[in-house]
């Protein structure tokens, strides 16, 4: 097989989404639509990809360029003067190709799968044709270009909405945006366009007859219409988006998750779960973010770029970043922050912030505590509101305990200090200096009872109440 490139066009204002972002560049599962596209297409065997830009077009080819495992190839579309002028300008980057096909693809067509591409390919190589283009069957096409079939039932074009009669407009057959060309074909009759149309364009899909009448131009009808929809403008962004997370969501429920309310419970692509882990209403798991079997999450919980061992419970708390053990329990109320590791089977109670510490197994921080660039052993109970005072105003300090320590409630560590190992903290504490292994730390104003004190008030009182009465 010759060289295969795929032509991805970006360059359109999207007008319709009434942005001041480009199209491509809104997310859909968490990723830029034209991110998607790519990635799909390199599934499918096109690994190599000119992308048009135009609009904003600095933006979109940092964003094309960020794909993995793809070559991208940048081609400036100078005024966006429609589908068949991009893909011209496409071209350009290809000039070196003397034969072979291209795959044309619309940057805005994010839940395309890689089996249609293909099924696609597959067809035009069978069939030798000079075009192959994706078709659907809609109960609604409404906005996209209808095919246009003879007598035989062979395509010989496509009418944009725009431009077609009530006649054709009644064609619920459309045009799903996805083309392989026979690329020789193709830099013949695009020169041949005009722009003589409603939306005064040079359409591709005029290209389409033009080969039709030159050769055969054969289709391949999606097996699923959901995958062709293109995202125009904001409502069908959140259709996109809602198909996508269900996608997302059966694949991992096939898997052996439990996903309790799939409405309202969103896992990124890059998300990987165990078996047995149930994801209660309000579980929001985003970026490269991995849990472990048999864990609950949830409700309303926020996961992002991080790591979960087995059997760890979340419940109404936001990870950011962290890293957690085996048999953990977070929360609820509580923030872990980047770089927060606990080891198994630690406890992070209600509104605990940890930030860039390392907890021992078995560890407790259950209430009311800031944790921050600590380094903190095993079996270590840290008493309700301990602090670490890890900022002096200027720089950050580490705060150093050690296995078997017992923090007392209302504890600041006034940081760089260190508690050793099985040492006692009393309640109450500021801490400055460190704590020798074993020892008990008092540092707090020692409590003086004054006797009968209360007592004597009170008979004070009775006699002026007396002397007024
Ligand atoms: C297009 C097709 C229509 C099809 C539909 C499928 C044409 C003329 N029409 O319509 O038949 O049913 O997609 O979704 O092709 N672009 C450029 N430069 C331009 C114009 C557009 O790069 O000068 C890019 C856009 O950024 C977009 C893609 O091409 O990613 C498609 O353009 P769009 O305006 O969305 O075409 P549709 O009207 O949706
Ligand atoms: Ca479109």
Redesign the pocket.
């Known amino acids: 097989m010759a060289e295969a490139w795929a032509v991805i066009?970006?360059?359109?204002?999207?007008t319709r989404m009434r942005s001041e972002r480009p199209?491509?560049l809104h997310p859909v599962g968490g990723r830029p639509m034209i991110q998607k596209v790519q990635s799909v297409l390199r599934e499918a065997g096109f690994d190599q990809q000119v992308v048009?830009?135009?609009?904003r077009g600095e933006e979109v080819a940092q964003a094309a360029q960020a794909v993995p495992g793809v070559t991208v190839r940048i081609a400036h579309?100078p005024?966006?003067?429609?589908?068949?002028?991009?893909v011209a300008h496409g071209l350009q980057a290809l000039a070196s190709l003397a034969e072979g096909q291209v795959l044309v693809a619309?940057?805005?067509?994010p839940l395309l799968r890689a089996g249609t591409v293909a099924e696609l390919a597959r067809t035009h190589r069978r069939t030798g044709a000079l075009c192959t283009l994706l078709t659907a069957r809609l109960t609604d096409p409404t906005?996209?270009?209808r095919i246009l079939r003879d007598q035989a039932g062979r395509c010989i074009g496509?009418v944009?909405e725009p431009d077609a009669t009530p006649e054709q407009r009644a064609i619920n057959e459309?045009?799903?945006?996805l083309y392989l060309f026979d690329l020789a074909g193709l830099r013949q009759v695009l020169p041949q366009l005009s722009p003589a149309n409603r939306?005064q364009?040079?359409?591709?899909?005029?290209a389409v007859a033009s080969l039709a009448a030159r050769g055969l131009v054969a289709t391949v009808p999606v097996a699923d219409p959901e995958e062709?929809l293109?995202v125009?403008d904001r409502i069908q962004l959140a259709r996109a988006e809602k198909i996508l997370r269900r996608r997302i969501l059966e694949y991992w429920m096939a898997e052996g998750v439990t996903v309790v309310d799939p409405d309202t419970t969103f896992v990124g692509e890059e998300v990987r779960l165990g078996q047995d882990t149930v994801l209660l209403p309000f579980t929001f798991l985003e970026g490269q973010t991995t849990l472990g079997r048999g864990c609950r999450i949830g409700p309303n919980a926020r996961i992002i770029g991080s790591r979960l061992g087995d059997g760890v419970e979340v419940q109404m708390a936001v990870l950011v970043e962290a890293h957690v053990g085996d048999r953990c329990q977070i929360g609820p109320f509580a923030y872990l922050r980047p770089g927060a590791r606990l080891a198994e089977r630690v406890k992070v109670g209600d509104f605990v912030e940890i930030k860039n510490s390392s907890i021992g197994a078995g560890s407790k921080v259950p209430h009311l505590s800031y944790v921050g660039d600590a380094t903190v052993g095993a079996g270590v109970n840290l008493g309700a509101g301990t602090i670490t005072c890890n900022y002096d105003g200027r720089r950050k300090h580490p705060t150093t305990i050690g296995d078997g320590a017992f923090i007392g409630s209302h504890t600041s560590l006034v940081a760089p200090v260190t508690v050793g190992d099985g040492a006692y903290v009393a309640a109450g504490s500021v801490i400055t200096k460190n704590v020798p292994p074993d020892a008990l730390a008092i540092a707090r104003g020692r409590q003086r009872n004054v006797e009968r004190w209360a007592a004597r008030r009170r008979a004070e009182d009775g006699e002026k109440g007396s002397r007024e009465r």
């Open positions: 066009l970006a360059a359109g204002l999207g199209k491509v048009v830009v135009g609009h579309q005024q966006q003067r429609g589908t068949a002028d991009a619309y940057g805005d067509t906005g996209y270009g496509v944009e459309i045009n799903a945006g939306q364009e040079f359409y591709l899909t005029d062709i293109g125009n």
